[in-house]
């Protein structure tokens, strides 16, 4: 009697549940969501290139250094790619997605050219880009407030007839640097807060001026000692 009567209730525990008998089916679709993922990506992947190229001046056509490099969709959505030149104007871009593109050059903060229609294919794209710039300009001061030196920070098409003076608050000249001092391109000058006779000037209000051809360019300089 016994017997007879724990047959059927052996053969319902050892019955698979519906989860098991479902188990099979759900990892064959977790592993072939996984392949999908994981084909798309190598495929994201492959379609990604690398942009590369120089920036020079128009002009003289010279390498610009420090120039921002910024990519655009050609409706001007940002693409979220940029670069900075180099010392030998030169950039590149790693990971950009196949497509068309509109490069920005930027020089000290302010547009000055554009490259429109720049194509990026899945390998490495080059390209060259000229803009105009202006004949000089004289960066920030930094550090400013200074209180050991100061670095000036020039971008010149042309060296021939530029002068770098410091003026102290009476207008007095202080300290000077010829054309053959500066070069072309970008380039910087310390000054060690003497003046031209190696004297220490004393804290205050000081004024630097850049003289290219008939332009000048000036900026403040603040002295703490």
Sequence with gaps: MGGKCDGPREAARSAPSPAARHAPIRNTLFAIVFAVLALCSHAIVAFAGTLCGTVRDAV??????????????????????????????SFCIAGV??????????????????????????????VDAEIGLPPAALLLPRPNPATDFVRFVIRLSTADATRLE????????????????LRAGLTSVNWDLR??????VPAGWFLARLSVGGRTYTRPVVLVR
């Design 195 to 200: 003046d031209a006779l190696g004297r220490r």
């Design 60 to 89: 003289t056509h010279v390498s610009v250094e420090g120039a921002g490099v910024v990519l655009f969709l050609s409706d001007g959505t940002h693409a979220g790619f940029g670069a900075v030149t180099d010392a030998q104007g």
């Design 97 to 126: 997605p196949a497509g068309t593109y509109d490069l920005q050059i930027l020089v000290d903060d302010y547009a000055t050219g554009y490259l429109r229609g720049v194509e990026v294919t899945d390998s490495s794209t080059d």
């Design 166 to 181: 410091i003026f102290d608050p009476t207008g007095r000249f202080v300290r000077g640097w010829q054309a053959d001092e």
